[in-house]
């Protein structure tokens, strides 16, 4: 259930635009795994990883998400 809520979050916070760019989102325990299309993309979600964990623990409404990791 976690797994489907945190994809189903990620779409909702990071809306289409890096939805689109992003293959697959899976839980690993605390740790949002994010698969992406693009090179570009990692490194700009990188920059902003910290507010996007706070914006997904937000939006699910309690803290699941200790970190993301990009591949």
Do not use: F
């Not at 890096?18 to 293959?23: A, D, E, F, H, Q």
């Not at 570009?40 to 970190?67: C, F, H, Q, W, Y």
Request: hydrophobic share 40%; glycine share 8%.
């Amino acid at each position: 259930l976690d797994q489907v809520q945190a994809a189903e979050a990620w779409k909702r916070v990071m809306g289409p635009g890096v939805s689109n760019y992003t293959l697959k989102v899976r839980l690993d325990g605390s740790t949002l795994v994010v698969y992406r299309k693009s090179s570009v993309l990692r490194e700009e979600l990188s920059l902003g990883a910290t507010r996007i964990k706070e914006m997904m623990n937000e939006d699910l409404g309690r803290k699941l998400i200790e970190k993301i990791r990009l591949q």
